[in-house]
T-cell receptor, first 116, second 115 residues
Framework: AQKITQTQPGMFVQEKEAVTLDCTYDTSDQSYGLFWYKQPSSGEMIFLIYQGSYDEQNATEGRYSLNFQKARKSANLVISASQLGDSAMYFCAMREGLQGAQKLVFGQGTRLTINP | ETGVTQTPRHLVMGMTNKKSLKCEQHLGHNAMYWYKQSAKKPLELMFVYSLEERVENNSVPSRFSPECPNSSHLFLHLHTLQPEDSALYLC??????????????FGPGTRLTVL
C-alpha cells in the first residue's frame, strides 16, 4: 500500500493567489514526521517545512504552512501569496519514528505552475 | 562550500565503465543517504550511513557500491550498469537528534545516463 499519496499531478495557479497541495499518508506508528520538499528544474530537493506527529500546532515557515489533520492523516502544504519562483515539483514525505537515521518515503509529487 | 555538494553534476557512461559519484556535506551532520530518482517514480532510498556505518541497504543491486570514509563524505561506486539505472542520484545528510525531526538536506544531484 502506498504510504504517501499526492493526488494532484499538476496544478496551475495565478501569481499572488494562495495554493494548497494535498498529501495523505498511511502509517500505524504513533511517532512519525512529515516533510515537504520543493524540487526546481535544477534538481535539488529543498526542504520547506516539517511537522511532527506530536506537534499540536500546525507548522509555519514564512509563506509556507502545513495543515496537519491527524485524524484524517492529511498534511497539506499551503503556500500563501504565490510567486513565479514557486513553480516547481513539490514532494510530501514521511519518516516513521521520531528521530534517527531512518528513511524518508516520498509521494509522487505535484508539479506547481504559477502563471503571471 | 556550503550545504551538500555532489560531483559530477552530469555523467554519461557505458555499461562496461566504472565510475564514482561523490557527495560532501558541510553541515556537521552524522548521517548520510543515497537516493535514486527515476522518471515518473517516487524517490527511492538506496543506502543510509549513520556515524559512518551502513544501517540500511534497500535491496540495491551489487553493481552499486557505497563507501563512507568519514562523516562528511559519501561515495557511490558504479560498475557494469544497465540503461535502466539512468536517473538522478541524490545525496542527503541529517543530524541524529537534530531539530526539525532530523531533517534531511539534499545536494543538487548527479544526472546519470547509461548508454
Amino acid at each position: 500500500a502506498q504510504k504517501i499519496t499526492q493526488t494532484q499531478p499538476g496544478m496551475f495557479v495565478q501569481e499572488k493567489e494562495a495554493v494548497t497541495l494535498d498529501c495523505t499518508y498511511d502509517t500505524s506508528d504513533q511517532s512519525y514526521g512529515l516533510f515537504w520538499y520543493k524540487q526546481p528544474s535544477s534538481g535539488e530537493m529543498i526542504f520547506l517545512i516539517y511537522q511532527g506527529s506530536y506537534d499540536e500546532q500546525n507548522a509555519t515557515e514564512g509563506r509556507y504552512s502545513l495543515n496537519f489533520q491527524k485524524a484524517r492523516k492529511s498534511a497539506n502544504l499551503v503556500i500563501s501569496a504565490s510567486q513565479l519562483g514557486d513553480s516547481a515539483m513539490y514532494f510530501c514525505a514521511m519518516r516513521e519514528g521520531l528521530q534517527g537515521a531512518q528513511k524518508l518515503v516520498f509521494g509522487q509529487g505535484t508539479r506547481l505552475t504559477i502563471n503571471p | 562550500e556550503t550545504g551538500v555538494t555532489q560531483t559530477p553534476r552530469h555523467l554519461v557512461m557505458g555499461m562496461t565503465n566504472k565510475k564514482s559519484l561523490k557527495c560532501e556535506q558541510h553541515l556537521g551532520h552524522n548521517a548520510m543517504y543515497w537516493y535514486k530518482q527515476s522518471a515518473k517514480k517516487p524517490l527511492e532510498l538506496m543506502f543510509v550511513y549513520s556515524l559512518e556505518e551502513r544501517v540500511e541497504n534497500n535491496s540495491v543491486p551489487s553493481r552499486f557500491s557505497p563507501e563512507c570514509p568519514n562523516s562528511s563524505h559519501l561515495f557511490l561506486h558504479l560498475h557494469t550498469l544497465q540503461p535502466e539505472d539512468s536517473a538522478l542520484y541524490l545525496c542527503a545528510s541529517s543530524q541524529r537528534g537534530g531539530i526539525n525531526g532530523d531533517t534531511q538536506y539534499f545536494g543538487p544531484g548527479t544526472r546519470l545516463t547509461v548508454l
